[in-house]
């Protein structure tokens, strides 16, 4: 009796246990679906849009992923960018597309528009 005292304890133990893991699992296990920047070091816009007009010229980048290229729907990131300086007025312009398709109906498209001002705050004279 003893005996079966503990297996059913034992027994209510592990089904305890396995449905809260079940009922948690969700809530433990977190995904997000951004899009896979791969080239982001030689595009510094994505990572900081503060940067439009820093440069002395205009830059034009444009990316292209696609992963999984054997299965159908795979994960394709399309990406394009166009930065302008305008020194004489101290602004730069910047445009940024973005395509991201990670299964069948599911994208995003995102856009971006920038003017940014600059000016020097100080010189730095030794």
């Given amino acids: 009796m003893k005996r079966t005292l503990q297996y059913l304890k034992i027994l209510l133990t592990a089904k305890l246990f396995l449905g809260l ?11 997000q679906q951004l899009p ?3 080239l982001q ?3 510094a816009f ?10 002395q010229q205009a830059r034009v980048f444009a990316t292209y992923r696609h992963q999984w290229i054997t299965l159908n ?7 394009a ?3 302008l300086p305008f020194h004489k007025k ?9 395509n991201d398709q990670t299964g069948p109906g599911i994208w995003q498209i995102g ?4 003017i940014v001002y600059n000016r020097i705050i100080s010189l730095i004279q030794n």
Wanted: proline residues 6%; hydrophobic residues 45%.
């Fill in 21 to 31: 893991s079940v009922i948690s699992f969700p809530v433990l296990v977190k995904a």
């Fill in 36 to 38: 896979l920047f791969s």
């Fill in 41 to 43: 070091n030689e595009n």
């Fill in 46 to 55: 994505v990572q900081n849009p503060a940067i439009v007009g820093s440069g």
């Fill in 73 to 79: 729907q795979a994960p394709k990131t399309q990406t």
């Fill in 81 to 83: 960018s166009l930065q």
């Fill in 90 to 98: 101290n602004i730069g312009i910047g445009i940024h597309i973005l």
């Fill in 111 to 114: 856009k971006v528009i920038l």
